[in-house]
């Protein structure tokens, strides 16, 4: 609820300060002492689009400040603390200023935050009823919400299993189309893959093998080089067996030095560690001499195995041209290759089973909405005939409300169970109107262009009121009005006088805005059908904040909190010109409002009587519940 609220440089209004109750608030005042700009500075406050022209002549700026009271959780709490905001256990203060200019800031519990927080937030926060409803019932989902609420938690859990089994079904629906969409590249992809781990098998390469036959190739292809080199190192070193005539040789050459150094290295001993140096190199080069002896055994020329080596790396630089560098990369590849493969064929596997998954949510999504279009169906005519009623009790005896509810149809929808196709969305697939026939034999229409101003106001009375009497469900709904169900007004017809001593019992419902504005919900109503209106508000303010702007006493008569706006000589409303009054400031206020003298005597008197009359049908409709 607002437990506060100031404005400073609205329209005429200077500086005032409205201190409200969690019940029924009404706001009074003369003719152009600033009533409606209560609205126009709380419809700033909940983000509504800014117009220069509400700035105050001669202010730099309007500013508009409210304090919300709001319990642990509250959708606008959580909301608010994603912005940056800060509260005092539940205590949230929002303002915003605009400047003359037309510059607008808003703040949400002491942070700057973008205006369209203050929207999200007053969405959750306040519903307000007046001339602006024409735009809000223009929208056709708020005609189905309105409905869908009064269904109670019957058909919203209808509505709910629709939603979800319509999320599951596109979701399907759309991987299966892809799927399908996909197949011919998939298809063409498989082949590709396919056909070259087909030709990677018939290779059969192995680990490494592509460098083996590289050294082999080198080797074998330079057979004769290699085999006289080795020979004539061998010579070299030990000597040509076949020789004419030998030649001096590494191996005789170390003998005889070694034999030279024998005679004196028995007399110094540097002589003989040379010795033993050059036994060292007639071993070595007697093993260098015996390797290349075995070298020369195995180079071989062999043309037919060159010949294959040759040919096998001209296979494997087929696969490595296309897969890979190497060898190595080539075996990786065809592993990925081969994994891939299995996800193309899982996939074709997928578009089977999605396509039996879709059959079967597209089965259940068609019998809930048929189930969610007969509750609506069933819903409409409960909530028309009590909406009905409830304008019997507005001075709208003559109106005739009806809610159509009409299923969309599409030759390329979802067949019902019925054999009717029809186009499915998240809430179902039904479209819902409410429509007013204003009087007697008057064709029904949309509600936002059947009814004028004052109308609308209540009609969104009886549609909060009704509304808020299905908290548990259309079967609940007797009961809650505070009416025999076997006395119900007739649909166009006046209710009795007597209608205002028995006004309807609304019990307190979860999810409904904790605060309701009206503005004008009593033009062109009065007498008793005043008194009406005044009950039906009083019944509203039991189980939410409301605050209405009147000029009728009657329904002043019944404020938990009555505030009058005062006007200055010069036309501007002070700080102390908006004030709470009661007991003899009360009855002179009513009394003004009645056309009576506020200090006379007759009027307070009959101020008096209406106040003792309110209380009786507040007290009639407590003993009801």
């Known amino acids: 609820m607002f ?37 126009s500075g709380l419809g700033l406050l909940l983000g509504e689009r800014a ?32 912005a940056g905001a800060d509260h005092d256990d539940g205590e949230l203060v929002i303002a915003r200023s605009l400047s003359a200019a037309g510059r607008s800031r808003a703040h949400v519990g002491g942070r700057t935050a973008p205006v369209g927080v203050l929207a999200e937030l007053g969405r959750h926060l306040v519903a307000v009823h007046g001339q602006a409803d024409q735009w809000r019932l223009k929208q056709g989902d708020a005609h189905r919400e309105v409905l869908d609420d009064f269904g109670g938690a019957a058909l919203g859990a209808l509505r709910d299993r629709v939603g979800r089994l ?13 799927l399908v969409a996909e197949s011919r590249e998939r298809a063409r992809e498989m082949d ?5 781990l087909e030709e990677i098998e018939a290779v059969d390469p192995q680990p490494g093998e592509d460098i083996a036959l590289r050294a082999e190739d080198e ?9 006289l080199a080795a020979g004539r190192a061998l010579a070299d070193l030990s000597g040509d067996e076949y020789a004419a005539e030998p030649a001096p040789n590494v191996r005789d050459l170390v003998g005889s030095a070694r034999s030279a150094l024998s005679h004196g290295a028995e007399h110094d ?50 696969l490595t041209r296309k897969y890979g560098e190497t060898v190595d990369e080539v075996l990786a590849w065809s592993q990925q290759a081969a994994a891939r493969v299995d996800v193309l064929v899982s996939a074709d596997d997928r578009v089977e089973l999605l396509r039996s998954r879709v059959d079967q949510l597209t089965s259940e999504l068609a019998t809930a909405a048929a189930d969610l279009s007969a509750a609506r169906t069933a819903a409409a005519t409960e909530f028309a005939e009590r909406v009905s009623a409830e304008l019997a009790h507005l001075s709208m005896g003559q109106a005739v409300v009806d809610v159509r509810v009409e299923q969309r149809l599409a030759e390329d929808g979802i067949a019902l169970p019925s054999g009717e196709r029809v186009r499915v969305s998240s809430h179902g697939a039904d479209e819902v109107e409410i429509l007013l026939a204003a009087n007697r034999g008057a064709v029904p229409r949309s509600v936002a262009k059947a009814a004028s101003g004052g109308e609308l106001s209540r009609v969104m009375l009886a549609l909060e009121v ?62 008793r059908a005043a008194l009406d209106v005044g009950a039906r508000l009083a019944a509203l303010a039991d189980q939410a904040q409301v605050i209405v702007v009147t000029h009728l006493a009657q329904v002043a008569a019944f404020a938990d909190r009555h505030l009058v706006v005062h006007k200055s000589d010069d036309g501007a409303v002070t700080s102390s010109s ?16 009645m056309g009576g003298d506020p200090n006379s005597e007759a009027g307070l008197a009959h101020a008096r009587d209406l106040l003792e009359q309110t209380a009786a049908i507040r007290g009639s409709r407590a003993g009801a519940a």
């Open 3 to 39: 437990s506060q609220m100031r404005i400073r440089g609205v329209g005429v209004i200077h500086d005032a300060v409205l201190d409200l109750s969690p019940g029924l608030n009404v706001l009074t005042g003369e003719t152009g002492a600033g009533k409606t700009m209560v609205v």
């Open 166 to 178: 319509h999320d599951a079904w596109r979701a399907a629906r759309a991987e299966h189309d892809r």
């Open 192 to 196: 590709s893959l396919t056909a070259a």
């Open 578 to 593: 908006v004030t709470v009054v009661d007991g003899d400031e009360r009855l002179r206020e009513l009394s003004r409002m």
């Open 269 to 318: 001993g540097r002589l003989g560690e040379l010795d033993t140096r050059l036994e060292e190199v007639a071993t070595l080069v007697t093993d260098v001499a015996a390797e290349l002896t075995a070298y020369l055994d195995d180079v071989d020329l062999d043309p037919d195995r060159l010949g294959f080596v040759q040919e096998r790396r001209a296979t494997l630089a087929g």
């Open 219 to 227: 080797r074998l292809a330079h057979a004769d080089s290699l085999r």
């Open 51 to 82: 117009d220069s022209g509400l700035v105050r002549s001669g202010a730099d700026q309007a500013f508009v400040e409210g304090v919300v009271q709001l319990p642990t959780g509250h959708p606008a709490l959580v909301r608010a603390a994603e």
């Open 466 to 527: 009704v509304g808020a009497g299905s908290a548990a469900g259309p079967e609940a709904g007797n009961a809650s009005m505070g009416e025999p169900g076997n006395d119900r007004v007739p649909r166009g017809r006046a209710a009795p006088a007597s209608a205002a001593a028995a006004p309807p019992t609304v019990p307190r419902r979860a999810g409904i805005p904790p605060t309701f504005v009206f503005d004008e919900v009593d033009a062109g109503v009065g007498g």
